[in-house]
C-alpha cells in the first residue's frame, strides 16, 4: 500500500515560483513512475509531468514544458515539481500519482494511487 501527501502549494504572483512536494510512504519499485496532474473546476485531470522512478526519464505537457521541472529524491521518497514563470491559467488543483508499472501513461484513470491535491493560486 502506497500513501501520496503533497505539499507546497499557495498563491503566487504570476512570473513567480513555487516548488510543490509528493511525500510517499510504502515501499516503491523502480519500475513505477510518477506523474504530476491538475484539476480545475468542472474540468477533467490533466497530465503536467512525468517521471521514471528508477530511471529518472522525463515527460511535460506541452503547457508547461521549458516552464516546470519534475525531480524525485529516491531515498526521501519524495517527487517535486518546480514551478517557475507562473501563469494565471495555472491554477489549480495539483495531485501527485503513482502508476504501478514501468509504462508511462499521461491518462489519471490509468494510475494506482493519489494524493489529496494541494491548491496553486496564480494572480494576475
Known amino acids: 500500500q502506497v500513501q501520496l501527501v503533497e505539499s507546497g502549494g499557495g498563491l503566487v504572483r504570476a512570473g513567480g515560483s513555487l516548488r510543490l512536494s509528493c511525500a510517499a510512504s510504502?515501499?516503491?519499485?523502480?519500475?513505477?513512475?510518477m506523474s504530476w496532474f491538475r484539476q480545475t473546476p468542472g474540468k477533467e485531470h490533466e497530465f503536467v509531468a512525468a517521471?521514471?522512478?528508477?530511471?529518472?526519464?522525463?515527460t511535460y505537457a506541452d503547457s508547461v514544458l521549458g516552464r516546470f521541472a519534475i525531480s524525485r529524491d529516491n531515498i526521501k521518497k519524495t517527487l517535486y515539481l518546480q514551478m517557475n514563470s507562473l501563469k494565471p491559467e495555472d491554477t489549480a488543483l495539483y495531485y501527485c500519482?503513482?502508476?504501478?508499472?514501468?509504462?508511462?501513461?499521461?491518462?489519471?484513470?490509468?494510475?494506482?494511487?493519489w494524493g489529496q491535491g494541494t491548491q496553486v493560486t496564480v494572480s494576475s
Open positions: 510504502g515501499r516503491l519499485f523502480s519500475n513505477y513512475f
Open positions: 517521471i521514471g522512478w528508477g530511471s529518472g526519464s522525463t
Open positions: 500519482a503513482l502508476r504501478r508499472t514501468p509504462r508511462q501513461s499521461t491518462i489519471w484513470a490509468d494510475y494506482d494511487y
